[in-house]
């Protein structure tokens, strides 16, 4: 069950052209420090668009795009099913040791796939996704680099507060290019 | 004393079990298992952490405690507060809230365990290849089953939104009541699949008793040991997974305890400390450290209770006591079938309780006399679970002591690793994968939650390990990983 952001605004249009699906997944234990960046993702995300906040980054257009957002403590079987009623899905999620401040890389269900109940992985929702419901996703993983995770602490780090607002100006930009390019295909299809 | 040629082997961390643990084994110099122990890295810290917060703070805050079972710890910290503000019987609309809360996390939880985490082992067997041995190849194989366990897991999550008012760090139970009930809409949206969840609660009921009959001679030799078991009971002896009293039983079925109100749990509970593990081995103090330490979960409320309230559940039940002969079933791989007849248990509670007008009463909270102290305790997925605070005039917390469940079983677990370690390992000269799986079996039956740790990207690798008796790594493997994202 995800939380709806944004959706079409021209319902004649809802009949003929499907908007873009785009399913935002922010997952982490908040109480954990720097865990809790997928999480804060979301929040300051939904913040930004709500309040039209164009200081750093222009948003357009999302009219075709329809967004959905989830915030889970960490990926498990149902996901699936959320993600297979979508076109595209971004797993953020904090990341040990990865590039600062954050990177943004596209994944396939074919590569990497693992299950445990701990450690379900964006790659085996996808997996997930394909095998039950046949569905294929375009799948990102957009992982915020984090440095302190030890302790029970709700409050992000000071430089993972940092890289959290550079991510989400860049999937800002990118939900914008999105955008875009949904708009191009609407134009085409008329 | 370990001789000095022993070997150690070293399986961490465990894969298909929450959190984080490590199994060490060890052998002599003529590979036969001494002793294994099963290693917890857990956190100590959230006792500490929860000092100084306001109580009616408390019941959202733990379920930062764990990402598997934050439900759990938010009915049991309210019901804990419930005692400090004064209220002992809260209101029926309360009380059903809480409860169907609580059937749709055990359901959920349950489900996951056994769709998701133990089929792979029951299905395709412990000896079969780790590739072959997961959830992927159980949705190729077994594409229906495989969909059934979303599907109900994600009935649980439902029910637990609409109580708990979010999918995540829901804030319904507060301290005396709760700060909503069940509207008309979602009630309906319950109803019209609850008998389908019914069903399919059934179904894979059959298929775990099934496992049980047909592997009667395995099942019957896996770490199957005696033991004390405990939970709580009503005051009829009738399973009740939100309130009762405690009762404890030995392995042949002999009462040690009943109707033992769980704020005395100081009185007849003790904890012992181990050097070697971070996580404490309770007791029944009347029976001391060496015969009193005890099962609880499913396993162990199966052969508590004299009843379920439930009739398919009941019809169930007396049949796990046929096959038990009417003792305590003290084999670990039972845990399976029991864990089944607790998630169709709960799918009949929650559609008792959908029927149920109270559901959508106004009469939501109670005060009454303010007590400095709180003591609660539920039967979570895993077991009982005790929260414990003091707080202050000013409303802070001044003490907070958790006993989780995967506590409660911390002997019955290293017992089972022992057992299995001692039957597969034994002996061998080379030690294989589907051996080591063996013992991850043994654990997995317990469905341990063993810590609340992060899981950020990056974690989490599994690396099996031996060392000689000076510590020095002799062989390694990675049995399994989680691999980076692959780059556009």
């Given at each position: ?13 809802e ?6 699906r785009?399913?935002?997944?922010g ?13 804060a993702?979301?929040e300051t ?7 039209k ?14 967004l ?16 297979s ?8 999620d ?10 943004f890389?596209e994944?396939?269900s074919s ?8 450690s ?22 957009l ?5 302190e995770f030890d302790q029970?602490?709700?409050?992000l ?11 989400t ?14 708009n191009t295909?609407t134009?085409?299809?008329? | 004393?370990?001789?000095q040629?022993?070997?150690?082997i070293?399986?961490a961390p465990?894969?298909r079990v929450e959190?984080?643990?490590?199994v060490t ?8 298992v001494?002793e ?8 100590r810290?959230f006792?500490?952490?929860?000092q100084?917060?306001m ?10 405690l764990?990402?598997?079972c934050?439900?759990?710890?938010h009915?049991a ?6 005692m400090v ?6 209101t029926?609309?309360?009380e059903k809230?809480r409860r169907?809360m609580h059937?749709?996390?055990i ?10 985490l133990s089929?792979?082992d029951?299905?395709?067997g412990f ?16 594409p229906e089953?495989?969909?059934?366990g979303?599907l ?16 995540i ?6 301290p ?22 019914i069903?399919?609660s059934e ?12 592997h ?15 939970s ?6 009738a399973?009740?997974l939100?309130?009762?009293n405690?009762r404890?039983?030995?392995s042949?079925g002999n ?5 033992v109100?769980?704020?005395d ?14 996580m404490k081995?309770?007791?029944?103090k009347?029976?001391g450290?060496v015969d009193?330490w005890?099962?609880v ?5 199966m ?6 309230d ?26 399976h ?7 169709l248990?709960?799918?009949e509670k929650?559609k008792e ?43 802070q917390?001044t003490y907070?002591?958790?006993i ?8 019955a ?11 597969y390992l034994?002996g061998?000269?080379?030690i294989t994968?589907p ?14 939650c063993l810590s ?18 000076e510590n020095r ?9 989680t ?5 556009p």
């Amino acid at each position: 069950m995800s939380a709806k952001l944004a959706k079409l605004e021209n319902p004649a249009r809802e009949k003929t052209i499907q908007p873009t699906r785009i399913l935002l997944i922010g997952y982490g234990n908040p109480g954990r420090q720097d865990d809790g960046l997928g999480a804060a993702c979301i929040e300051t995300l939904t913040q930004r668009l709500a309040q039209k906040v164009e200081d750093r980054v222009s948003i357009h257009d999302l009219s075709n795009i329809e967004l959905n957002t989830q915030v889970v403590y960490q990926l498990s079987v149902e996901e699936a099913l959320d993600v297979s009623e979508n076109d595209c899905v971004v797993f953020i999620d904090a990341s040990l040791n990865g590039a600062e401040s954050f990177e943004f890389l596209e994944i396939s269900s074919s590569v990497g796939a693992c299950f445990g109940s701990h450690s379900l992985n964006p790659q085996g929702v996808l997996e997930l996704c394909d095998s039950l419901y046949r569905k294929q996703p375009d799948g990102y993983v957009l992982a915020i680099r984090g440095y302190e995770f030890d302790q029970f602490q709700e409050a992000l780090s000071n430089k993972a507060r940092d890289n959290l607002y550079q991510a989400t100006d860049f999937l800002l930009h990118w939900l914008d290019e999105q955008a875009t390019q949904a708009n191009t295909r609407t134009k085409d299809d008329a | 004393m370990k001789n000095q040629t022993d070997r150690i082997i070293e399986i961490a961390p465990l894969t298909r079990v929450e959190g984080h643990g490590k199994v060490t084994v060890h052998l002599n110099e003529d590979n036969e298992v001494v002793e294994a122990r099963l290693h917890i890295v857990e956190f100590r810290g959230f006792e500490r952490f929860i000092q100084g917060r306001m109580l009616w703070e408390v019941p959202v805050i733990v379920q930062r405690l764990c990402g598997i079972c934050p439900v759990s710890h938010h009915l049991a910290a309210a019901k804990a507060m419930d005692m400090v503000v004064g209220v002992d019987q809260l209101t029926p609309t309360a009380e059903k809230m809480r409860r169907l809360m609580h059937y749709g996390q055990i359901m959920q939880s349950n489900v996951l365990h056994f769709f998701h985490l133990s089929s792979p082992d029951l299905l395709f067997g412990f000896d079969a290849p780790a590739k072959k041995r997961d959830i992927f190849n159980i949705i190729r194989e077994f594409p229906e089953l495989a969909r059934q366990g979303v599907l109900m897991r994600k009935y649980g999550q439902e029910i637990i939104q609409y109580t708990s008012g979010k999918k995540i760090h829901g804030n319904s139970a507060i301290p005396g009541g709760v700060n909503k009930n069940l509207s008309l809409a979602e009630r309906d949206a319950l109803l019209k699949d609850i008998d389908q969840m019914i069903l399919w609660s059934e179904q894979a009921l059959e298929l775990a008793r099934d496992y049980t009959l047909e592997h009667a001679s395995l099942v019957d030799s896996f770490a199957n040991f005696d033991s004390n078991h405990m939970s709580l009971v009503r005051t009829d002896g009738a399973l009740d997974l939100y309130h009762g009293n405690l009762r404890a039983i030995d392995s042949h079925g002999n009462i040690i305890f009943d109707q033992v109100d769980y704020r005395d749990f100081d009185s007849i509970i003790q904890e012992e400390v181990k050097p070697w593990s971070y996580m404490k081995f309770p007791f029944i103090k009347s029976r001391g450290n060496v015969d009193g330490w005890y099962r609880v979960g499913p396993l162990a409320r199966m052969n508590t209770a004299s009843f379920i309230d439930t009739p398919l559940a009941n019809q169930h039940h007396a049949d796990f006591r046929r096959f038990s002969q009417h003792k305590p079933a003290n084999m670990t791989l039972a845990y399976h079938w029991a864990r089944m007849i607790e998630v169709l248990h709960c799918t009949e509670k929650i559609k008792e309780l959908l029927l149920d007008p109270d559901l959508h009463g106004s009469d939501l909270r109670l005060t009454g006399q303010r007590r400095e102290e709180g003591i609660a305790m539920l039967e979570a997925p895993r077991g009982s679970l005790l929260h414990h605070y003091k707080v202050d005039e000013n409303d802070q917390v001044t003490y907070c002591n958790l006993i989780v469940s995967t506590t409660h079983n911390n002997t019955a677990m290293n017992r089972a690793v022992t057992d299995v370690a001692k039957k597969y390992l034994s002996g061998q000269r080379k030690i294989t994968e589907p051996m080591l799986n063996h013992v991850e079996v043994a654990v997995r039956a317990y469905d341990p939650c063993l810590s609340c740790a992060t899981h950020a990207l990056g974690q989490m690798p599994l690396v099996i390990e031996l060392f000689d008796a000076e510590n020095r790594l002799i062989d390694s493997a990675s049995q399994y990983a989680t691999p980076e994202p692959t780059a556009p």
